[in-house]
C-alpha cells in the first residue's frame, strides 16, 4: 500500500514563503495531488504531478522527486486567506485505471499577521 | 459553487437508524466518488463509480453501499448506524475514471449519530 506522511501543523508569517513537505512509499507511483481544505468545507484542487520537478501556478508550487518519494508544495507571498490545511495525496498503484486517491492526514496551516 | 450537488448538508440520526446521502455531479462528469473524512482518519475512500458501474472498492463497511442511477446521481446508504460513522462525507465527480487533472469535491454531508 502506500503511506503517506505530513507534518501536523505549521505556522508562518503574512507575506512569508512556506513549504510543506510530503513523503510517500515509491512501490508503484502514477501520480501526486495536493489539495486546499478550509476547516468544514470541500477540498480544493491545487496541484498534480507526475513527472519529476517543480510545477508553477501563481503564488503556489509543486515539487516531485519519484525517485526520493517526496514532493512539497510551496506557498509564497502567503496571506491570511491560505490558512487551511493541506493535503497530500497519491494515486493507489493497486488500482491504476481508477481515481482513486489515498490521502495523507494534512497539513494545517497557520498564517499570522 | 463547485457544481457538485450533495444533499443533506448537515443530518443527526440516532444508532442503528439508516440514512442515504445523494450526490448530483457536474454536468458532463461520469465518475462519482465517496470519500469519509473524520478528525481521527482523514479522508477516506469509500468507493467509485463510472457511468453507473462500479470501478473501484475502498474499505467501504459492509453496512454501507452505493449506487449510482442512470441520470449519473448516486447514492450512498449508511444502514445499523453508529456514533464511530458520525464524519464529513464527501462526494466527488470528473469526467474520466481517472482524472489527472483531480476531480471536484462537493460541499459535503455532516453526519452526526447520537
Known amino acids: 500500500g502506500q503511506n503517506i506522511d505530513q507534518p501536523t501543523e505549521m505556522t508562518a508569517t503574512e507575506g512569508a514563503i512556506v513549504q510543506i513537505n510530503c513523503t510517500y512509499q515509491t512501490s508503484g507511483f502514477n501520480g501526486l495531488f495536493w489539495y486546499q481544505q478550509h476547516a468544514g468545507e470541500a477540498p480544493t484542487f491545487l496541484s498534480y504531478?507526475?513527472?519529476?520537478g517543480l510545477e508553477e501556478k501563481g503564488r503556489f508550487s509543486s515539487f516531485l522527486s519519484r525517485s526520493k518519494g517526496y514532493s512539497y508544495l510551496l506557498l509564497k507571498e502567503l496571506q491570511m486567506k491560505d490558512s487551511a490545511s493541506y493535503l497530500c495525496a497519491v494515486t493507489d498503484p493497486r488500482l491504476s485505471n481508477t481515481g482513486k486517491l489515498i490521502f495523507g492526514q494534512g497539513t494545517t496551516l497557520q498564517v499570522k499577521p | 459553487d463547485s457544481g457538485v450537488t450533495q444533499t443533506p448538508k448537515h443530518l443527526i440520526t440516532a444508532t442503528g437508524q439508516r440514512v442515504t446521502l445523494r450526490c448530483s455531479p457536474r454536468s458532463g462528469d461520469l465518475s462519482v466518488y465517496w470519500y469519509q473524512q473524520s478528525l481521527d482518519q482523514g479522508l477516506q475512500f469509500l468507493i467509485q463509480y463510472y457511468n453507473g458501474e462500479e470501478r473501484a472498492k475502498g474499505n467501504i463497511l459492509e453496512r454501507f453501499s452505493a449506487q449510482q442511477f442512470p441520470d449519473l446521481h448516486s447514492e450512498l446508504n449508511l444502514s445499523s448506524l453508529e456514533l464511530g460513522d458520525s464524519a464529513l462525507y464527501f462526494c466527488?465527480?470528473?469526467?474520466?475514471?481517472?482524472?489527472?487533472?483531480?476531480?471536484?469535491f462537493g460541499s459535503g454531508t455532516r453526519l452526526t449519530v447520537v
Open positions: 466527488a465527480s470528473s469526467v474520466e475514471s481517472s482524472p489527472n487533472y483531480g476531480y471536484t
Open positions: 504531478n507526475v513527472l519529476d
